[in-house]
């Protein structure tokens, strides 16, 4: 269970770093993501990664709470289309070399 709150840490610090220069990131940095709403880029991005296998409703509920107030599916893939594909790539290159450095993930790699 440690090994599981580490990578999240690590994870969500990777998130934070790219949700500072967030304008590198989406497709029109002078609109999207500038006025605060319920999905902002941060959020959006960790959210891509939690989706599971249910609809896009059921998981939009279970990620707001089930509240509601949750955002619509659609709005949710209106986000989405905001961020650029490169930046997934640019977070999965930010979390391993993160992950390398920590002792007990040195075994997983090549």
């Known amino acids: 269970m440690n090994n599981?709150?580490?990578?999240?840490?690590?994870l969500?610090?990777?998130i934070k770093t790219m949700n500072d220069s967030s304008s590198l990131f989406v497709v029109d940095s002078n609109k999207n993501f500038?006025?605060?709403?319920?999905h902002l880029f941060g959020s959006?991005?960790?959210n891509v990664l939690?989706?599971?296998?249910?609809?896009?409703k059921d998981e939009m509920f279970k990620?707001?709470?089930y509240k509601?107030?949750?955002?619509?599916?659609?709005s949710f893939v209106q986000a989405r289309s905001k961020i650029r594909?490169?930046?997934?790539?640019?977070?999965?290159?930010?979390?391993?070399?993160r992950t390398q450095k920590i002792k007990c993930y040195k075994g997983y790699r090549k």
């Open 12 to 14: 969500k610090f990777c």
């Open 34 to 38: 500038t006025r605060k709403r319920k």
């Open 85 to 97: 594909p490169d930046a997934f790539h640019t977070l999965f290159d930010m979390f391993n070399e």
């Open 50 to 56: 939690l989706l599971e296998s249910g609809s896009l």
């Open 63 to 65: 990620l707001f709470g």
């Open 68 to 74: 509601l107030d949750t955002p619509t599916a659609s």
């Open 4 to 10: 599981y709150k580490s990578l999240k840490k690590q």
């Open 44 to 46: 959006t991005l960790f």
